[in-house]
C-alpha cells in the first residue's frame, strides 16, 4: 500500500523559515517525479512545485520561486520542502503527491502564518 | 500558464442522478488531464488520469472523456459517498494548474 505522510507544519510568523517533509512507503520512491500541492483555508487547489527523479529539474509555481526549495532523499524515501521568506499568503495545508498527475496523496500538514 | 475552468461551479443532485462535470483549458493539453475528488476535511484523491484512465480502485460508475481543450467527468449514478468537491488538473506544462472545484450537494 503506497502511504505518504507529512510533517514539519506549524505556525510560524512572517518571514519565518519552516521545512516540511514527506516520508513514503509501499512505492520504489526513486523511480517517481513528486509533487508538493497546497491548499489555502476554504479555497481550492494549488500546485507549488515538483521534482524529478535525481533532482535534476526542479519546477515552481511563480509566487514561491526564489523563497521555496524542493528536495528530495532518495535513499530515505522522503521529499522535502524548505520554505524561507514566509508570508501570510503562504498559509495552507501542505500535500506531497505522487507523480505529475498526482495520483496518491498524503493526508497534508498544516502551516499557519500569523504575528 | 494554461487555465482551467470548471462548471458548474456547484451543483444539488440526488442519489441515483447522473452527473457530468466539465473542464476546459485555455489551451491545448492533449489528454494530460487528471480528475481528484476532496470530500470534507480529507486529503484529494486521485480519480482519472490521462483525461479517461480510471485509477485502481475507482468505481466504474465514473467515466472520463475528452482531448484538447474540453473534458468531462461523469457520474453515471450517483451515491452517497458521492458528495464531494471535485477538481480537474492539467500536467500539459508549467506551471501545473487546478480548475477551481466542483462542488457536488445533495439535493
Avoid at chain 1, 66 to 94: C, H, P
Avoid at chain 2, 46 to 66: C, K
Amino acid at each position: 500500500e503506497v502511504q505518504l505522510v507529512e510533517s514539519g507544519g506549524g505556525l510560524v510568523q512572517p518571514g519565518g523559515s519552516l521545512r516540511l517533509s514527506c516520508a513514503t512507503s509501499g512505492l520504489t520512491f526513486s523511480n517517481y517525479w513528486m509533487s508538493w500541492v497546497r491548499q489555502a483555508p476554504g479555497k481550492g487547489l494549488e500546485w507549488v512545485a515538483n521534482i524529478n527523479q535525481d533532482e535534476s529539474e526542479k519546477y515552481y509555481v511563480d509566487s514561491v520561486k526564489g523563497r521555496f526549495t524542493i528536495s528530495r532523499d532518495n535513499a530515505k524515501n522522503s521529499l522535502y520542502l524548505q520554505m524561507n521568506s514566509l508570508r501570510v499568503e503562504d498559509t495552507a495545508v501542505y500535500y506531497c503527491a505522487k507523480g505529475g498527475s498526482h495520483d496518491y496523496w498524503g493526508q497534508g500538514t498544516l502551516v499557519t502564518l500569523s504575528s | 500558464d494554461i487555465q482551467m475552468t470548471q462548471s458548474p461551479s456547484s451543483l444539488s443532485a440526488s442519489v441515483g442522478d447522473r452527473v457530468t462535470i466539465t473542464c476546459r483549458a485555455s489551451q491545448g493539453i492533449s489528454n494530460y488531464l487528471a480528475w481528484f475528488q476532496q470530500r470534507p476535511g480529507k486529503a484529494p484523491k486521485s480519480l482519472i488520469y490521462a483525461a479517461s484512465h480510471l485509477q485502481s480502485g475507482v468505481p466504474s460508475r465514473f467515466s472520463g472523456f475528452g482531448s484538447g481543450t474540453d473534458f468531462t467527468l461523469t457520474i453515471s449514478s450517483l451515491q452517497p459517498e458521492d458528495f464531494a468537491t471535485y477538481y480537474c488538473q492539467q500536467y500539459s506544462s508549467y506551471p501545473l494548474t487546478f480548475g477551481g472545484g466542483t462542488k457536488v450537494e445533495i439535493k
